[in-house]
């Protein structure tokens, strides 16, 4: 079950920033008042799925922020399915998934529209990523997870002792992937391809956006020139559920993209690899 309050959305919609919350309430404060400030920009909708939330998140955004919509439902149905019930009310010409912990002024959204209207070949961009001290968050961007890309990720890991990406490094450009933490598309390129494929319970599910994007004749941008603070940009976590879920998200990507005999390799590979990586 779930529950709209819908206002009225207005005519010549630029952008729907669409921000998924579950038990998020302080930083979903934050993050909508960093997004709206004092009022929402001319063009702009907000749209808020809460996910089942008992922190009184959804009351708290139709008190304090009455411009935006809220689907409110009845439990957690997941990052995907959630985003993907925004994406069924966007009206705008651009939309924009916003983590509920990522603090995105208007001026950077304003810079990624704009970065978007510059190149009419990006089906997608997303910003730099940094963490509260202004450092980069890893994993912002990156390569598509092939076998050679994480036998080369693992091998610098175990031989370097570093990453294999410079997450800081200035490379605006066109990328296999990037974040889904704060990520624009284009409205006529989700009609194309679709919207997020809710069996990804969580992570990859950005990846297959952006290849399905790609392989759709559209270019996926990192635009590194517009920072987006990511409260919680950190490596995922060490728990064992998160990880299980992280890489059997993995496997489905593989099943969906690539081949049954890069299925199989990754499978065997998947041991050494997690050794190599201290996953």
């Not at 922190?55 to 708290?60: C, I, N, R, V």
């Not at 409260?231 to 969906?256: F, H, I, M, N």
Request: charged share 20%; aromatic share 10%.
């Amino acid at each position: 079950m779930t529950r709209d309050s819908t206002p009225m959305v207005p005519v010549g919609v630029s952008l729907s920033i669409i921000i998924v919350s579950h038990n998020t309430r302080s930083v979903l404060e934050r993050c909508l008042s960093t997004a709206i400030g004092s009022r929402l920009a001319p063009g702009w909708e907000v749209i808020v799925v809460d996910n089942g939330s008992s922190d009184g998140s959804a009351e708290m955004v139709r008190s304090a922020y009455p411009t935006a919509t809220v689907i409110e439902n009845s439990r957690n149905l997941g990052f995907a399915r959630a985003n993907n019930q925004g994406m069924a009310l966007a009206a705008g010409r651009y939309v924009l998934l916003l983590n509920s912990d990522a603090l995105a002024p208007p001026l950077s959204l304003d810079a990624l529209i704009d970065f978007m209207e510059r190149h009419p070949d990006a089906g997608a961009c997303g910003p730099r990523l940094e963490r509260p001290d202004g450092t980069p968050q890893e994993f912002g961007f990156g390569d598509d997870p092939s076998l050679g890309y994480l036998l080369r990720r693992g091998l610098v890991r175990l031989v370097c002792r570093r990453a294999l990406h410079e997450w800081g490094a200035g490379r605006t450009g066109p990328m296999d992937w990037v974040s889904g933490a704060c990520l624009m598309v284009r409205h006529e390129v989700i009609d194309q391809v679709g919207t997020l494929d809710e069996k990804f319970f969580m992570y990859f599910e950005d990846n297959d956006w952006c290849m399905r994007i790609r392989q759709a004749g559209w270019k996926v941008y990192y635009y590194s020139e517009v920072s987006v603070t990511h409260l919680g940009g950190r490596s995922r976590s060490d728990t064992s559920p998160v990880q299980e879920a992280y890489y059997r998200s993995l496997r489905y990507l593989y099943a969906k993209h690539f081949s049954r005999l890069s299925q199989a390799t990754l499978c065997i590979a998947l041991i050494p690899y997690r050794w190599l990586v201290g996953r």
